[in-house]
């Protein structure tokens, strides 16, 4: 049982490139989520999904895409990389709903220069 | 929306109490939440309360809460080094998703 696993850990990217941060959860989980944590600004949700199918915005969504064909992944989409998207992505899950413990993966350092 | 408000740092001697607190702002927030973050990791749930309780403990930790001013407190008794970490409260807004203060970073001297 790995939990919730974040691929890569480090990535550079290069202004205006493209990638997709991958989050796979092995727990079935229904609840699946996408953080981003700058220093001192603590943690922002991006994305969030309910469930297989279902996404929706979080605080802070510009920029990226998500998509949820199953209910084990939900891959995180930059497209046309920005220097303000510099930061450490935390992808997390959680069994029923918001108001259970929240599992988070070890995260994906990100930098855009 | 509205942030949830924390102090960004704290500093205690090993062995003293240390008393994080948060101001939150959803107050149909059914539970609030302490997070732990040690260096190079992911969040942990630490504890939580109910939002229909004044005060929650666990072993060392105490959570109050007063929703009248929508201030939740964590103290931690007897504070270790190894309770250095950023620690994170947070709130569940409109129902559907957990929203997370800027963080208070505890630094115990020893």
């Known amino acids: 049982n790995a939990g919730v696993t974040q691929t890569p850990k480090f990535r550079i990217l290069k202004i205006g490139q493209s990638m997709t941060l991958q989050c796979t959860q092995d727990?079935?989980?229904?609840?699946m989520y996408w953080y981003r944590q700058d220093p001192g600004m603590g943690l922002k949700l991006i994305y969030y999904?309910?469930?297989?199918?279902?996404?929706d915005k979080g605080e802070v969504p510009n920029g990226y895409n998500v998509s949820r064909s199953t209910t084990e992944d939900f891959p995180l989409r930059l497209e046309l990389a920005a220097p303000s998207q510099t930061s450490v992505y935390f992808c997390?899950?959680?069994?029923?709903?918001?108001?259970?413990?929240?599992?988070f993966g070890s995260g994906t350092q990100l930098s855009v220069l | 929306g509205e942030d949830v408000e924390q102090s960004l740092f704290l500093s205690v001697r090993e062995g003293d109490s240390s008393v994080i607190n948060c101001t939150y702002t959803?107050?149909?927030?059914?539970?609030l939440y302490w997070y732990k973050q040690e260096p190079g990791a992911g969040l942990q749930l630490l504890t939580y309360?109910?939002?229909?309780?004044d005060m929650k403990q666990d072993q060392r930790l105490t959570v109050l809460l007063n929703k009248k001013d929508k201030h939740l407190s964590l103290r931690i008794a007897d504070t270790q080094t190894g309770d250095s970490a950023i620690y994170f409260c947070?709130?569940?807004?409109?129902?559907?998703?957990?929203?997370f203060g800027k963080g208070t970073t505890l630094s115990v001297s020893s």
């Open positions: 959803d107050s149909s927030s059914t539970y």
């Open positions: 727990m079935n989980h229904n609840y």
């Open positions: 309360i109910f939002s229909n309780m």
């Open positions: 947070a709130e569940i807004r409109e129902g559907t998703a957990l929203i």
């Open positions: 997390a899950s959680s069994l029923q709903g918001v108001g259970e413990k929240l599992f």
């Open positions: 999904s309910v469930g297989a199918g279902i996404t």
